[in-house]
C-alpha cells in the first residue's frame, strides 16, 4: 500500500472475451498489432468455454493510456469479428439474455445432457421480463410427450442428432408460446459415446421467427467441462441468431 502510494498508475487495460476461435488463431490474427501498437501489450487467458485477450497500454498519464488501449482493443475487435462477444465483467448468459430482451422477445429453454444449466445460467440475474420457462427432456419419453419431438425421429436419428435439437427447440418455442427458444441434446458422458457419435458431441439449435439454427461440437474435458462448454455454445448461438433478426409483430405471428 505504501508503494501503491507513491508510484502514478498511468497504465489501463481491458479484457476482449472471444469465443469459437483457439488462442493460436488468435494469436495467428493478431501477431502484427506488436508493431502497430508498441505501446500496447497483448495477452491471453484460456478458459473453459473461450478466451480472453488482455489489452494493456502504458504512457506518460492515465488518460493517453486508456486512448491507446482503446484504440488496440478497437483493431482486435476488426481482425477477429464476432468472434469477440463482450468485454471485462460482461458474461455470456449476460449477453444472450440481454439481446433477447433488447428485441423485447420472450424465450424458453429445452435442455437434455446440460441439465437445466442453460436456465440456471440465464436467471443468475433478474430475467422475468424475457425468460418464461424451460424443461430439462432427459428422456426419449420426455422429449416426445413434453416437447412433441417426433418419434420416428427419435428412431432414425437417435437422441443425439441435430434433427432432434431442432425439434426440441421448435417444441419449447411451441410449448411455452414464446418467440426465442434455445436446445441442447449430447453424450457428456462419461458413457455413452459410439464410433458414429463420440464422447463430448452436443447439438444445440435457436428456433426463432425466421426458422430454426442447428450447429454442432464435439467438446473435449469430464462431463462436467462438456456440460459448461455446451451450455455456452448454446448461448452464444441465441445471442448471434437473436441479434441478426428483428422482432415479430406478436407472438402469434411467431409460431407461424
Not at 482493443?73 to 463482450?86: C, F, I, N, P, T
Not at 437417435?158 to 411451441?174: H, I, N, P, T
Request: aromatic content about 4%.
Amino acid at each position: 500500500p505504501r508503494v501503491r502510494g507513491s508510484v502514478a498508475n498511468t497504465s489501463y487495460a481491458l479484457c476482449l472475451h472471444t469465443v469459437g476461435m483457439v488462442e493460436s488463431a488468435i494469436a495467428d490474427k493478431l501477431a502484427s498489432m506488436v508493431e502497430t501498437h508498441p505501446a500496447v501489450t497483448i495477452g491471453y487467458r484460456v478458459k473453459s468455454s473461450e478466451i480472453d485477450v488482455r489489452v494493456e497500454a502504458r504512457a506518460e498519464d492515465y488518460g493517453s493510456s486508456r486512448e491507446l488501449a482503446m484504440a488496440a482493443a478497437d483493431e482486435v475487435k476488426a481482425r477477429l469479428g464476432e468472434a469477440v462477444y463482450g468485454e471485462n465483467d460482461q458474461t455470456m448468459p449476460q449477453l444472450a439474455g440481454r439481446s433477447v430482451r433488447a428485441k423485447g422477445w420472450r424465450m424458453a429453454v429445452a435442455e437434455s445432457c446440460t441439465g437445466g444449466l442453460i436456465a440456471q445460467q440465464l436467471t443468475t440475474q433478474p430475467a422475468s421480463d424475457f425468460f418464461v420457462g424451460g424443461t430439462v427432456a432427459y428422456a426419449n419419453t420426455a422429449k416426445a410427450a413434453v416437447l412433441g419431438v417426433s418419434e420416428d425421429t427419435l428412431r432414425g436419428h437417435g437422441a443425439v442428432s441435430a434433427e432432434v435439437a431442432a425439434e426440441m427447440a421448435e417444441g419449447a418455442r411451441r410449448t411455452f408460446d414464446c418467440d426465442v427458444a434455445v436446445s441442447v441434446t449430447g453424450i457428456a458422458g462419461p458413457s455413452g459415446a459410439s464410433a458414429e457419435k463420440p464422447l463430448g458431441l452436443c447439438h444445440y439449435a435457436v428456433s426463432y421467427p425466421g426458422g430454426t439454427v442447428v450447429e454442432q461440437s464435439v467438446f473435449s474435458g469430464g462431463r462436467n467441462q462438456v456440460q459448461q462448454k455446451a451450455a455456452h455454445a448454446a448461448l452464444d448461438l441465441l445471442r448471434r441468431t437473436v441479434i441478426s433478426h428483428a422482432r415479430p409483430s406478436s407472438s402469434t405471428d411467431a409460431l407461424k
